[in-house]
Each structure stands twice: as structure tokens, then as C-alpha cells.
């Protein structure tokens, strides 16, 4: 499914604008992406761009506390939002002709948080923060594994090492200092990308999009987009795991096998083969961990392996097996073990890829059916590889690894000197 070629152009401070004109899709999807996000915090305050993200909606200069959701809602749409690693990004779905609504609601708040940022509504926010971190995190069994295994891939002081949810006791500490510092150096226009989907014609997007956001100043930083920054911010090499192995006995249903691996970064052939070898480690197949631990040996209750691509450091390749309460962990990690070191070991036919492919072929294509994932996408593909047409190339450059290439990264990439390992034990009730 093509992206419908794509019309780039930057405006003159900084913003780039792209636009993929679509006739039959009667509805405007727009995607703000800030090229900012956990790995870009100061020390002592992780968790500040996810709190951003929720004091984007608190009011700007001609909007109230609320406003903006209400107003796109009032329209016939949608909105939201999401924070991670490498970026925030702003996502609204709307009727055609409320597009301008939306690109001014967006540049008043880029040009204009601050005048309605209060000691109030941070408090606010933090509070709601905390509460989500509670929700999905602490309060949840193995909640807080994913974050741990993050932790122990990178060393202490590595921008990637915290999740963007941050720690409660650096929310605690943000000051309203802080936020006008942060946001006076990331959320401008220079460190932002604006895509629009739709039956939109691009010059009159381009002609709205110097109209509500040409005036907006840059952050005057000299700070270069990601494209041109890729794995500078952060070795995007792997060099192996922080800390190897770590055991937790929390009250769980049962144990647990989690691992992280580190890969190389997004967009390189490296990259693409170690995803190759997740999928076919991850899926349903029989030849998949499913089919050895849950329908063979009947160790298991689910078994999934994924890969989280990043740009700008290792990219993380991510297992996780939830067993029943009495298994055996050991049992289950040679389990796991003998699973990669068959595909390591000339277990990668064709036959075998053909159906990894498949399966990476129909998620690309399900996400570019949307035209909310297809404007998030253009975004990415602009903030990464600074080419947002890369979106009609993406599918082929992960399709036309070989198996020999994917064999190889199962070897070299997801062996168990090259990983951090987070196993749970069931807490035993008290007598």
C-alpha cells in the first residue's frame, strides 16, 4: 500500500511539513511530532516528557485548561497522544473541513503553553501521572518488568536506561523551572514534524501551515533533528547487557522468563534481521516458542518475543514467557535456549521466513491502512531517515533479508551471553 508519494517542505523556521493526499479517505488525520522524549530528560527529572505530554492539553494562550480536546470533540473528532524514548507525538482525527481548527489549536499551545503554565497545573498533572504509574506499573503483577529489564541493558547515566514513565521521585521533584526550561528548548518548531493525511490538497496545508505556525521562533539551540544526530546521542552498536541477570519474588500468579536483547538501531540491515528472527521466535508457527512451550511441552501459558526499534541507541529485542504456578524456570530457559540456537543453527528455511515476512507485511500494512498510523508513520520516517517518502520503502528493506542474515542475527544477537534476564518468582502467602 503506497503512501501516496508524499510533498515535503520546511518551513523557515524550522518546522517540516508532510502531506499525503489521499481522495479517498474524507477525513483530515494529523500527526505533531516533537523530537523529544525520555532519553532526552536531565538527569534527576525522568518522567518530564511524559508529564509534558498531559500539560499539552492544560491550556495556551487563547485556549483554556481542557479546551483543546473539547474543541476537536465539538468537531466530529478525535485526539491524543503518546510519549517515548525518541519522541511525543499529537495525534487528531477530523472531518476535512476542520483541519485549520486543529492546526491553530496545535500552534497556539507550541507558541503559547507557557503563558497558561501554573504551579496548579503541574501539580495536577503529576498527580495524574503518578496515578498512571500506579495503575500500569507498580500495582499490577509484573508490571514493573519491562522497566527493570530497560534499566539493566543500559549503564547507569545512559539516556535510554529510564522508561518514559520516570521514577516517583523525580516527578516529585519537577518544578515549573524545570517545565519553561524544557519546553522552551524542545517543543518548538525546528524540533517538530507536522504530517497531515487526508483528502487534503498540500498547498493549501503548506499555505495553513505558514499561516498559524510561520511565526513561532525556533529554539535558537542549533540542536539538529534526529536524522542527522542517529546514534550520536547513544552508542547505537549493541555491547551487551548492564547487568546479566536479576531474580524477583513478588506475588505473581506464577513465574516468569523475561529477557532483553540489545540490536542494532532502527533502519539498519542489522536491525532488520534481528526482527525477522523475533517474529519467527515469536510466532504461532510451529516453530515458534508458542508451539515448543505452550502446545509441546505445555511449560507455559504464553510465550512472545517482539522487537522495540530505536534510532538513536540499541534497539531491544524483548521475550517474555508467562509459565503456570510450579513450573520450572530452569526448564523453561534451556527451553528458550535450544528454541534460538535451532534457528542460530540452520533453522531458518525459506519456507519458515516466508511466513515471518508474512506476518511483518500484514502489521505494516494494517498500520498504513489507518490514516492515523500512516501520518504517525510519516513523521517517523521523516524523523529518522529525514525522507518521509522511506515509508513506501520500509516493508522491502526488512522483506529482502535472507535467510542466511537472519540465522546469523539469531547466532551473534539473541545468544545468552548478549542479554539481561528478569525471572519471577511466585511469594509464597504467609502461614
Not at 71 to 85: I, L, P, R, S
Not at 125 to 148: A, F, I, K, M, S
Not at 377 to 392: K, T, V
Amino acid at each position: 500500500m503506497p503512501v501516496l508519494s508524499p510533498v515535503r517542505h520546511t518551513l523557515s523556521n524550522g518546522l517540516r511539513v508532510v502531506v499525503s493526499q489521499d481522495p479517498t479517505v474524507p477525513v483530515a488525520a494529523i500527526c505533531l511530532w516533537y523530537e523529544v522524549g525520555s532519553c532526552d530528560e536531565p538527569r534527576g527529572r525522568t518522567g518530564l516528557a511524559h508529564l509534558f505530554e498531559h500539560l499539552m492539553f492544560q491550556g495556551s494562550t487563547h485556549v483554556p485548561a481542557g479546551g483543546h480536546t473539547a474543541a476537536v470533540e465539538d468537531a466530529g473528532g478525535h485526539t491524543n497522544a503518546a510519549t517515548g524514548f525518541e519522541r511525543t507525538a499529537f495525534h487528531s482525527l477530523v472531518p476535512v473541513g476542520q483541519l485549520e481548527l486543529v492546526l491553530w489549536l496545535e500552534a497556539d499551545r507550541m507558541g503559547g503553553l507557557l503563558d497558561a503554565l501554573t504551579a496548579e497545573s503541574l501539580a495536577t498533572q503529576r498527580d495524574v501521572v503518578l496515578n498512571e504509574r500506579r495503575e500500569r506499573y507498580d500495582n499490577v503483577p509484573y508490571g514493573t518488568g519491562w522497566e527493570q529489564l530497560v534499566a539493566m541493558s543500559f549503564p547507569a547515566g545512559h539516556p535510554f536506561r529510564a522508561m518514559p514513565a520516570g521514577s516517583p521521585e523525580d516527578l516529585r521533584a519537577v518544578t515549573l523551572d524545570d517545565c519553561r526550561a524544557f519546553f522552551r528548548r524542545h517543543y518548538t518548531p525546528d524540533r517538530a514534524i507536522l504530517s497531515v493525511v487526508g483528502d487534503v490538497a498540500p498547498e493549501e496545508v503548506m499555505d495553513l501551515a505558514e499561516r498559524h505556525f510561520g511565526h513561532i521562533p525556533p529554539s535558537g539551540t542549533g540542536h539538529a533533528p534526529t536524522a542527522t544526530r542517529t546514534r550520536t546521542l547513544a552508542p547505537g552498536a549493541p555491547t551487551g547487557p548492564a547487568e546479566a541477570r536479576r531474580h524477583v519474588v513478588e506475588p505473581v500468579p506464577g513465574p516468569a522468563f523475561m529477557a532483553a536483547y540489545q540490536l542494532p538501531a532502527y533502519g539498519t540491515p542489522g536491525c532488520a534481521a534481528a526482527d525477522l528472527a523475533l517474529t519467527l521466535l515469536g510466532g504461532m508457527s510451529s516453530r515458534g516458542l508458542h508451539d515448543r512451550l505452550v502446545r509441546r511441552d505445555q511449560l507455559a501459558h504464553t510465550a512472545r518475543a517482539s522487537l522495540m526499534p530505536l534510532a538513536q541507541a540499541p534497539s531491544l529485542g524483548q521475550l517474555n514467557v508467562r509459565a503456570p504456578a510450579g513450573a520450572d524456570l530452569a526448564e523453561v530457559e534451556r527451553a528458550v535456549d535450544e528454541e534460538i540456537g535451532r534457528l542460530a543453527d540452520g533453522g531458518v528455511t525459506e519456507d519458515a521466513l516466508e511466513g515471518a515476512r508474512a506476518q511483518i507485511r500484514r502489521d505494516w500494512h494494517d498500520r498504513l491502512a489507518h490514516p492515523a498510523g500512516r501520518a504517525d508513520e510519516l513523521c517517523a520516517q521523516e524523523a529518522y531517515f529525514g525522507d518521509a517518502s522511506r515509508c513506501d520503502r520500509h516493508l522491502a528493506s526488512v522483506l529482502d533479508v535472507g535467510a542466511a542474515e537472519v540465522g546469523a542475527a539469531a547466532a551473534d544477537l539473541l545468544g545468552p551471553g548478549r542479554r539481561a534476564v528478569l525471572t519471577y518468582e511466585p511469594a509464597r502467602a504467609p502461614a
